[in-house]
């Protein structure tokens, strides 16, 4: 009996975190899975050359790790970064809170030192103001130290002694040793995408590829698409779809797979799994020869002739473990459909076991199938899942299992591990294996519940649309550079991505919801940015339910009497709202203290009343570095208050309001001395008594916002009328 043929797919892939136009990044993930994962996956290949594979890499995750080589950094490397000495209470507070996001049973307990500070920080189930004092410098700096170590592959300390002395060591790391560790990951970032390529050009690994920011393509086309597998599903305000957007992902795949590897790739994991008829002629159009899938797209393709009885066993497997074609007028695409029971074996189940002894289920269950497909010498199994959200959960990072699994395999007269392309030049699918039309659906329960339908989800396609339909416009009007106009593009092909909406509504959560929130909003606030214009209330408000952080503060209590003269004495603001300024998106965004301390703001009967005290300092010392102030209103909508050097003693303020010419607008009274403080008339604010006004406080420097207040949201106070105080009268 012939071999069967093992297709393995290992899919890696992480959404773009980076906030090009704020310059920040809050999130790691992309840098330590690439030292863990996406290194050591490669590396394991490396010591079995025969074993062939296919490794799936998104254009968005290696965009940023070529960024992390030239220099990138976020939150969390720039914590690491800092000396230990050095850290102020807040950056102490957010180490604490943030540096231990590994699985604690494989990833932070196997490491004395690190599981010793782990439950330093654990004690008594306390909050890191509690558990701060208990840290001494050293201990914070041994903290920075194994919150990147930890996150590196097992095989890399095997290949590098250095690395290895390294960690033995364990404890009382100096700065010194700090920065070496943090120098040493960056000279393995760089050896990823090399790595890769080198696999490939020997022939040992097929790249594939992704739409470029990854995103649901059939959604794309037409949301409608959903009610295939959703037939009463809700859908958003707007159902049609953006093809020309589904189209600009795929180009761009395919020329990034180009650049960075030397050749055009002829297979592509569709975001999610996610396929319908629509998408045939698109990809293959860009070249592409063949896709994947899941078992129960293959299903309801074929009306359940390929399904899995009441015992999980594959109804017809010899129609599931091959390839078909798929057709749409003169286009055609190969299309494999993944064993999901096996797959989820590796993704959820392998890891209670020891890794030989995984390995050889796996390959029995491979040799089953064998049997059961024994009158097929072209039969195919293929195993696809993520390359790197398991193994963390595998007592040694899965190196036993791996190694297991690829030795074995090669060695293994019935079980022959091939790329998927080598695979179909040998067996491209017949005539025979043509589906008469490719349902609508993703890998996950063949539908797009997780990505569209709910409330959540449904809020985020209209934001997303209505940003769109103001690029579309605003790119019409020929105002706008073609450099502006394509970063604004970027930001919605971002905000396309599917990874937003999948931590919208109530099928998956996370510590992070609210940044994935505040990220995705973000992107779609940078599209009006770019082109000049206030974004809408909406984008300052999170989508989710449960997601909202807004800003502590108070309202006015009575009328102010304020003389703006930059001041401030006591009781003039003590009846003020007043918002302490810091972190409102959680311990992985900005962590520094920004130029702004304090925000207050109220009223008299006739003007909005504003104070800015400053981080460190007087204001006219701190807002030195600033060369404008902008007080930007969400009500009354495209309205604006611009401040012109903020550290002079008396600057030159601006209300601009719509139809009005830029900086020519109605003037505000304002003053700088040890605070700021401003008046602006309610009147040309065209507010009247019982309107909501909501604003925030943002710094640039050129063109570099320096800091913002709050940081997420809006600050909110109600116009008041001539007779508040008594209403509001209070003894």
């Known amino acids: 009996m012939a071999p069967i043929s093992l297709a393995i797919v290992w899919h890696q892939h992480q959404p773009y975190y ?56 976020d939150a969390h490397l720039t914590l690491s970064h800092r000396p230990a000495g050095d850290l102020t209470a807040d950056e102490a507070r957010a180490v604490l809170d943030s540096f231990f996001m590994a699985y604690s049973e494989t990833m932070i307990r196997p490491h004395p030192r690190y599981h010793e500070l782990y439950m330093l920080r654990s004690s008594w189930n306390t909050g890191a103001d509690q558990a ?218 392998y890891q209670r076991s020891p890794g030989h002894v995984a390995a050889g289920d796996f390959l029995g269950k491979v040799r089953a199938i064998r049997d059961a497909c024994r009158h097929d010498p072209s039969a195919l199994v293929p195993v696809i899942l993520d390359g790197e959200n398991c193994w963390e959960y595998f007592p040694d990072g899965g190196v036993s299992f791996l190694r297991s ?161 930059g001041r401030a004495p006591y009781f003039e603001w003590i009846d003020a709202a007043r918002y302490a300024c810091g972190n409102d998106r959680g311990t992985m965004t900005l962590v520094s203290k920004g130029l702004l301390r304090t925000v207050w703001f109220g009223f008299d009967a006739d003007r909005l009343l504003i104070r800015l005290d400053t981080e460190g300092g007087s204001a006219r010392h701190r807002l030195a570095e600033v060369d404008r102030l902008r007080i930007g209103f969400v009500d009354p909508v495209e309205t604006e208050v611009v401040v012109i050097g903020p550290a002079t003693p008396r600057p030159t303020a601006y209300l601009n309001r719509p139809g009005s010419p830029p900086i020519n607008g109605e003037t505000v009274e304002i003053a700088t001395g040890p605070v700021l403080e401003m008046a602006i008339p309610f009147g040309p604010l065209s507010r009247t008594p019982g309107e909501p006004i909501r604003f925030y406080v943002e710094l640039f420097s050129e063109e570099s916002s320096l800091d913002r207040a709050p940081r997420e949201g809006v600050l909110e106070l109600t116009t008041p009328s001539h007779d508040f105080e008594k209403i509001h009268w209070q003894v």
Not at 42 to 55: D, G, K, N, Y
Not at 295 to 304: A, D, F, K, Y
Not at 546 to 561: E, I
């Open 18 to 73: 980076p906030d090009d136009l704020g310059g920040e990044n809050p999130m790691p993930w992309v840098r330590l899975h690439a030292t863990k994962d996406y290194l050591g996956m490669a590396m394991h290949l490396e010591e079995v050359p025969e074993f062939r594979c296919t490794i799936n890499l998104v254009p968005s995750l290696l965009t940023q790790l070529e960024a992390y080589v030239a220099g990138a950094t």
């Open 132 to 349: 701060l004092p208990r840290f001494r410098s050293r201990d914070l700096r041994d903290l920075q130290v194994w919150s990147n170590l930890a996150w590196i592959h097992p095989i890399v300390f095997e290949k590098d002694p250095e690395l290895a002395e390294f960690r033995e060591r364990g404890r009382h790391y100096s700065e010194s040793d700090k920065l070496w560790l943090l120098a040493k990951q960056r000279e393995l970032l760089a050896r990823v995408i090399p790595l890769h390529r080198e696999l490939a050009d020997r022939g040992q690994v097929e790249l594939t590829t992704t739409p470029f920011y990854h995103p649901i393509l059939p959604l794309l086309l037409d949301k409608n698409l959903a009610r295939e597998a959703m037939p009463d599903v809700a859908l958003p305000s707007y159902r049609g779809g953006y093809p020309e957007d589904a189209a600009e992902h795929v180009r761009r795949a395919v020329a990034s797979h180009i650049e960075r590897f030397g050749r055009a790739p002829v297979g592509m994991w569709p975001s999610e799994g996610s396929v319908c008829q629509a998408v045939i002629p698109l990809l293959a159009g860009h070249g592409l020869r063949w896709i994947a899938t899941d078992e129960e797209i293959l299903g309801c393709s074929t009306h359940g002739l390929v399904g899995r009885d009441s015992r999980g066993h594959v109804r017809n497997p010899d129609r599931l473990y091959r390839p078909w074609r798929v057709r749409e007028g003169d286009s055609e695409l190969a299309i494999l459909f993944r064993d999901h029971s096996m797959s989820d074996q590796v993704g959820f189940h």
């Open 405 to 565: 699994l690829y030795q074995n395999a090669v060695r293994d007269p019935a079980v022959r591990p091939v790329r998927v392309d080598e695979f179909l030049d040998e067996h491209p699918p017949r005539e025979a294996e043509t589906l008469p039309r490719l349902f609508a659906g993703s890998w996950i329960s063949h539908n797009f519940a997780i990505w569209i339908g709910h409330p959540e989800d449904n809020r985020a396609w209209d934001a997303l649309h209505a940003a769109r339909e103001f690029l579309v416009q605003e790119q019409s009007t020929g105002r706008h550079d073609a450099d502006s106009l394509a970063r604004a593009w970027d930001e919605i092909y971002i905000a396309e991505g599917s990874d937003w909406f999948w931590w919208f509504g109530d099928d998956h959560s996370s510590a992070q919801d609210a940044l994935f929130d505040h990220l995705f909003r973000k992107h779609l606030r940078n599209v009006y940015a770019l082109l000049g214009s206030d974004p809408p209330g909406s984008l300052f408000e999170p989508i989710a339910r449960g997601a909202a952080h807004p800003p502590m503060h108070d309202q006015p209590l009575s009328f102010l009497r304020v003389k703006i003269d």
